[in-house]
């Protein structure tokens, strides 16, 4: 095995609490900053962690923060088929995506400074200082699932987020439900499960760091993934981390091999893990499983 047994355990602890307190500075200022920023005020919202932070899955010192800024006095929606919003009561809101998304950049850039923030393709990155850390901060409406679950009743949907991209793509995540999710794995593991996923995420950031895989493909969401579908027992029924890791390589190997991914969600588990318009592939994350098993000199 490429690590001792000490520095996979030294990998499953949380952040610091120096860390810690950067990132709460953070959300805080980000919170701060769209609540006091005039044009938004007549917009409710919501600002909430997601991500890693959020998971509790952080792994790397000065790591970003993702930050939700979800309008909720206006929505997007997927309505049973045939129904409009008529039929829920729902009248059509005067504010547009854009104007919301360009209302959440300048109230950004009075708070920390133009020189401070950019505008990337999903999100508004925020550069880190001594007092906050990075963040990537994505301006979204409320999403309301009726049709998931078929109802028509307007106080009865699943809830997610959904924003458009500045190259026009449609991205809808579930992220509460992920944090849901990966809490209750957690507990029902011993708490293994994100002690697991973190130490997988350090390795893959000493493959990336070695050139050995292509981090743009081989996120740090596709990570948490991956553990987030090995069975409950298979992260519990051994005493080493390095057991734990071998037989979930394989487990993971085994059913890619056996092509029963499809079944595989997001920890949301509101969306399949492969489906078109990834990052990654079914067939890259097999090699990237074959070249990590590899790589931790496992045998």
């Given at each position: 095995?490429?690590?001792?047994?000490?520095?996979?355990?030294?990998?499953?602890?949380?952040?610091?609490?120096?860390?810690?307190?950067?990132?709460?500075?953070?959300?805080?200022?980000?919170?701060?900053?769209?609540?006091?920023?005039?044009?938004?005020?007549?917009?409710?919202?919501?600002?909430?962690?997601?991500?890693?932070?959020?998971?509790?899955?952080?792994?790397?010192?000065?790591?970003?923060?993702?930050?939700?800024?979800?309008?909720?006095?206006?929505?997007?929606?997927?309505?049973?088929?045939?129904?409009?919003?008529?039929?829920?009561?729902?009248?059509?809101?005067?504010?547009?995506?854009?104007?919301?998304?360009?209302?959440?950049?300048?109230?950004?850039?009075?708070?920390?400074?133009?020189?401070?923030?950019?505008?990337?393709?999903?999100?508004?990155?925020?550069?880190?200082?001594?007092?906050?850390?990075?963040?990537?901060?994505?301006?979204?409406?409320?999403?309301?699932?009726?049709?998931?679950?078929?109802?028509?009743?307007?106080?009865?949907?699943?809830?997610?987020?959904?924003?458009?991209?500045?190259?026009?793509?449609?991205?809808?995540?579930?992220?509460?439900?992920?944090?849901?999710?990966?809490?209750?794995?957690?507990?029902?593991?011993?708490?293994?499960?994100k002690k697991l996923v973190r130490i997988m995420k350090h390795i893959?950031?000493?493959?990336?760091?070695?050139?050995?895989?292509?981090?743009?493909?081989?996120?740090?969401?596709?990570?948490?993934?991956?553990?987030?579908?090995?069975?409950?027992?298979?992260?519990?029924?051994?005493?080493?981390?390095?057991?734990?890791?071998?037989?979930?390589?394989?487990?993971?190997?085994?059913?890619?091999?056996?092509?029963?991914?499809?079944?595989?969600?997001e920890a949301s588990e509101r969306?399949?893990?492969?489906?078109?318009?990834?990052?990654?592939?079914?067939?890259?994350?097999?090699?990237?499983?074959?070249?990590?098993?590899?790589?931790?000199?496992?045998?």
């Amino acid at each position: 095995m490429k690590y001792t047994e000490g520095t996979l355990k030294s990998w499953i602890l949380p952040l610091s609490q120096t860390e810690e307190q950067r990132v709460k500075n953070t959300v805080l200022m980000i919170k701060n900053a769209v609540a006091s920023y005039d044009k938004l005020s007549d917009c409710t919202m919501e600002t909430f962690a997601q991500g890693s932070y959020a998971n509790n899955t952080n792994v790397r010192q000065n790591s970003d923060v993702d930050i939700c800024v979800m309008l909720t006095s206006a929505f997007f929606y997927n309505y049973v088929d045939g129904k409009t919003g008529k039929d829920y009561g729902y009248t059509t809101s005067s504010i547009t995506y854009p104007d919301y998304k360009f209302y959440i950049i300048e109230a950004l850039k009075a708070k920390f400074g133009g020189d401070a923030v950019t505008v990337g393709n999903k999100c508004i990155n925020i550069k880190a200082n001594s007092y906050h850390v990075n963040a990537d901060v994505v301006p979204a409406f409320q999403y309301r699932d009726f049709k998931i679950i078929n109802s028509t009743d307007p106080t009865k949907y699943v809830e997610g987020i959904k924003f458009i991209a500045k190259d026009g793509t449609a991205v809808i995540n579930y992220p509460k439900d992920h944090i849901n999710n990966g809490k209750q794995k957690n507990n029902s593991t011993n708490y293994e499960y994100k002690k697991l996923v973190r130490i997988m995420k350090h390795i893959r950031n000493d493959m990336v760091d070695d050139g050995k895989i292509d981090g743009d493909k081989i996120t740090s969401f596709l990570i948490e993934c991956l553990v987030w579908n090995v069975p409950n027992d298979i992260i519990m029924e051994n005493n080493t981390w390095e057991g734990t890791i071998q037989n979930s390589i394989a487990y993971l190997w085994k059913t890619i091999n056996d092509e029963k991914y499809q079944e595989w969600g997001e920890a949301s588990e509101r969306l399949y893990l492969f489906h078109s318009g990834r990052k990654w592939t079914a067939a890259e994350t097999k090699d990237f499983l074959y070249d990590m098993y590899n790589y931790l000199e496992l045998k």
